[in-house]
């Protein structure tokens, strides 16, 4: 993702990559991202979680216009909630 978001960087359109992998998306060169704390496929939140999903979108509006330094990755609180047996 952080390729193709140099490239999209390249032709003037700004982007935010959410990532659950931090050391790969800085290792592309992204311009901007997130970092959350969820397993690989997860970036936007927990399945079922439509609140918490919305949440993360909006947090990665907010940050996309505020980073200034290009390579910015910015951590956010979130952690993903363990499922227990009968959840």
């Known amino acids: 993702m952080g390729l193709i978001a140099n490239v999209l960087e390249g032709m003037g359109i700004s982007t935010i990559i959410v990532t659950t992998w931090p050391i790969v998306t800085e290792g592309t060169g992204a311009p901007r991202s997130l970092h959350v704390h969820f397993p690989m496929g997860n ?19 907010e940050v996309m216009a505020q980073i200034t330094e290009p390579g910015t990755l910015v951590e956010l609180p979130y952690r993903w909630r363990r499922m227990k047996v009968g959840d």
């Open 43 to 61: 970036a936007i939140g927990e399945p079922g979680k439509p609140l918490q999903q919305k949440r993360i979108l909006l947090s990665a509006l």
